[in-house]
């Protein structure tokens, strides 16, 4: 059985994820064979594995930084919000329920047996397993059947390094507030402390370091120096949506209340010439994009309904009318049809939401969800695509004649008669170098000699570098059991 130390943060967004992605790949080049693991993630941005199921995409992007293929043990319970106060809970890759936050919380409890299942798993197949906490650990009024942060940690005896980030300000509050709420035996658990996105001489912050180990009585195992290329690889985290790129082909993308799987747009950001505007709500669309694509989303009827209300229909149809072309991807690909059948209600409330209709295509919600990494080629030639699909919807129509893909010999996705709008099932698409750049073409653009899976590659490399030179490795791996 390998050892085991868990990353946990003063909050959401402080970069959790990232450094365990970064601690995966360093670990590995010290000759270790090293697995990720997150108890429970919240993200609408999950990833398929092969054996069909589905993971939060952070726990993907660490079993790429681990050199493994990812699957369900790394993380068993990943909760998939479908309104404000509503999840789809997926309990080792499989839709198990549905739950209020506060039923939720009732039956966090049982999920435990799962969690350190699911553990246990990785453990005896790892010498290190790089545990990532969720939100905070000082949430008091969550630790109560708590499977996420020191529930975990106790339950399985997996010490812990608290991490903050300096970029938000207070972090010496950060740290010493956790430590002074924290009870006894959680504040126990924890075996260090580290800081995040530190910028500028991190000696100035000397001090800083001295006064939380004087409030914590926790050491420190290093502070991290703000790493620029954080942004060149895949987000989970909503929050870390951003638009990216610099050219002269803009791709205008409006951000859904539910957006999901957005990761789908990381590798235009980093594609030369190409830019990427990601369309917050209470703003128009811009009238000189070159394309609009409408992303994927947990609540297809619900976001519908959002998109309206920004009045973004509006902006598609007068983009449309000014030659523009318009891209959908599964829950956006649903959209942009004439009619959203949900007549269980899987997708929120049962009945029929009226499309946006730039598709002659009709969907049908159903319970069954088709989870799977496929491959394929564009229509109508030979250059290749792969992906994954994750949706529970079945779509059909007069347009679906004309598809966008063939995967794994059927066709998939659907273009109208005039070409200008399409729509597909596929996440990942963009990923696929020969795809990415087959698409641009028919937009006029000439793509660069991009080959973006190098890219993260390379990025992880030097995170793991950033990690050797900021953090003390060598505490980590002694803090470990």
Same mark, same amino acid.
């Given at each position: 059985?390998?050892?085991?130390v868990?990353?946990?943060?003063?909050?959401?967004?402080?970069?959790?994820?990232?450094?365990v992605?970064?601690?995966?790949?360093?670990?590995?080049?010290?000759?270790?064979?090293?697995?990720?693991?997150?108890?429970?993630?919240?993200?609408n941005?999950?990833?398929?594995?092969?054996?069909?199921?589905?993971?939060?995409?952070a726990?993907?992007?660490?079993?790429?930084?681990?050199?493994?293929?990812?699957?369900?043990?790394?993380?068993?319970?990943?909760?998939?919000p479908?309104?404000?106060?509503?999840?789809?809970?997926?309990?080792?890759?499989?839709?198990?329920?549905?739950?209020?936050?506060?039923?939720?919380?009732?039956?966090?409890?049982?999920?435990?047996?799962?969690v350190?299942?699911?553990?246990?798993?990785?453990?005896?197949?790892?010498?290190?397993?790089?545990?990532?906490?969720?939100?905070?650990p000082?949430?008091?009024?969550?630790?109560?059947?708590?499977?996420?942060?020191?529930? +975990? &940690?106790? %339950?399985?005896?997996? *010490?812990?390094?608290?991490m903050?980030? #300096?970029?938000? !300000? @207070?972090?010496? /509050?950060?740290?010493?507030?956790?430590?002074?709420?924290?009870?006894?035996?959680?504040?126990?658990?924890?075996?260090?402390?580290?800081?995040?996105?530190?910028?500028?001489?991190?000696?100035?912050?000397?001090?800083?370091?001295?006064?939380?180990?004087?409030?914590?009585?926790?050491?420190?195992?290093?502070?991290?120096?703000? +790493? &620029?290329? %954080?942004?060149?690889? *895949?987000?989970?985290?909503?929050?870390? #949506?951003?638009? !990216? @790129?610099?050219? /002269?082909?803009?791709?205008?993308?409006?951000?859904?209340?539910?957006?999901?799987?957005?990761?789908?747009?990381?590798?235009?950001?980093?594609?030369?010439?190409?830019?990427?505007?990601?369309?917050?709500?209470?703003?128009?669309?811009?009238g000189?994009?070159?394309?609009?694509?409408?992303?994927?989303?947990?609540?297809?009827?619900?976001?519908? %309904?959002?998109?309206?209300?920004?009045?973004?229909?509006v902006? #598609?149809?007068?983009?449309?009318?000014?030659?523009?072309?318009?891209?959908?991807?599964?829950?956006?690909?649903?959209m942009?049809?004439?009619?959203?059948?949900?007549?269980?209600?899987?997708?929120?409330?049962?009945?029929?939401?009226?499309?946006?209709?730039?598709?002659?295509?009709?969907?049908?919600?159903?319970p069954?969800?088709?989870?799977?990494l496929?491959?394929?080629?564009?229509?109508?030639?030979?250059?290749?695509?792969?992906?994954?699909?994750?949706?529970?919807?079945?779509?059909?129509?007069?347009?679906?004649?004309?598809?966008?893909?063939?995967?794994?010999?059927?066709?998939?996705?659907?273009?109208?008669?005039?070409?200008?709008?399409?729509?597909?099932?596929?996440h990942?698409?963009?990923?696929?170098?020969?795809?990415?750049?087959?698409?641009?073409?028919?937009?006029?653009?000439?793509?660069?000699?991009?080959?973006?899976?190098?890219?993260?590659?390379?990025?992880?490399?030097?995170?793991?570098?950033?990690?050797?030179?900021?953090?003390?490795?060598?505490?980590?791996?002694?803090?470990?059991?």
């Amino acid at each position: 059985m390998g050892k085991a130390v868990m990353i946990q943060g003063t909050g959401s967004d402080v970069g959790k994820s990232l450094i365990v992605a970064g601690l995966c790949r360093a670990f590995v080049r010290r000759g270790l064979r090293v697995m990720p693991f997150k108890p429970q993630n919240m993200s609408n941005n999950a990833a398929v594995t092969a054996d069909g199921g589905e993971i939060g995409r952070a726990q993907a992007l660490q079993a790429l930084a681990c050199g493994v293929p990812p699957g369900v043990d790394m993380n068993p319970v990943l909760l998939k919000p479908e309104s404000e106060t509503g999840a789809q809970v997926v309990v080792q890759g499989k839709v198990a329920f549905r739950a209020q936050a506060r039923a939720y919380a009732e039956r966090k409890a049982e999920l435990l047996a799962a969690v350190a299942d699911s553990f246990t798993r990785l453990r005896n197949n790892a010498d290190l397993v790089i545990v990532e906490g969720a939100g905070s650990p000082a949430e008091t009024n969550l630790r109560a059947n708590d499977i996420a942060n020191m529930g +975990f &940690a106790r %339950a399985l005896d997996v *010490p812990v390094i608290l991490m903050g980030d #300096i970029n938000r !300000g @207070g972090v010496i /509050a950060q740290l010493a507030g956790h430590a002074a709420v924290m009870d006894q035996e959680d504040r126990a658990q924890v075996a260090a402390f580290a800081v995040n996105r530190f910028r500028g001489d991190v000696s100035l912050f000397d001090e800083g370091v001295a006064d939380i180990e004087r409030f914590t009585r926790w050491p420190s195992v290093g502070v991290i120096p703000w +790493f &620029a290329e %954080a942004s060149k690889l *895949p987000a989970e985290d909503a929050l870390g #949506i951003a638009s !990216g @790129g610099t050219g /002269a082909l803009k791709i205008a993308v409006p951000m859904l209340a539910r957006i999901a799987n957005f990761d789908d747009l990381d590798p235009l950001k980093l594609e030369p010439g190409v830019q990427v505007v990601m369309v917050p709500p209470g703003q128009a669309l811009p009238g000189d994009a070159a394309l609009v694509i409408l992303p994927g989303s947990k609540s297809t009827t619900g976001d519908l %309904a959002f998109l309206r209300a920004q009045g973004w229909d509006v902006d #598609i149809a007068a983009h449309l009318r000014r030659g523009g072309h318009v891209l959908g991807i599964c829950g956006g690909y649903q959209m942009l049809g004439r009619v959203v059948d949900d007549p269980d209600g899987v997708d929120g409330v049962a009945g029929s939401v009226a499309g946006l209709g730039h598709l002659d295509i009709h969907t049908t919600m159903r319970p069954v969800k088709r989870l799977g990494l496929v491959h394929g080629t564009m229509a109508g030639g030979q250059v290749p695509v792969s992906g994954y699909e994750i949706h529970m919807g079945h779509t059909t129509g007069i347009d679906t004649d004309r598809p966008l893909l063939h995967l794994d010999g059927r066709p998939d996705g659907a273009t109208s008669a005039d070409g200008q709008v399409s729509g597909t099932y596929l996440h990942g698409l963009f990923a696929h170098d020969a795809f990415r750049a087959a698409y641009l073409t028919r937009l006029g653009h000439q793509a660069g000699d991009l080959i973006y899976a190098q890219v993260v590659e390379d990025v992880l490399d030097r995170l793991a570098e950033h990690l050797e030179a900021s953090m003390d490795l060598d505490a980590i791996a002694a803090i470990a059991r």
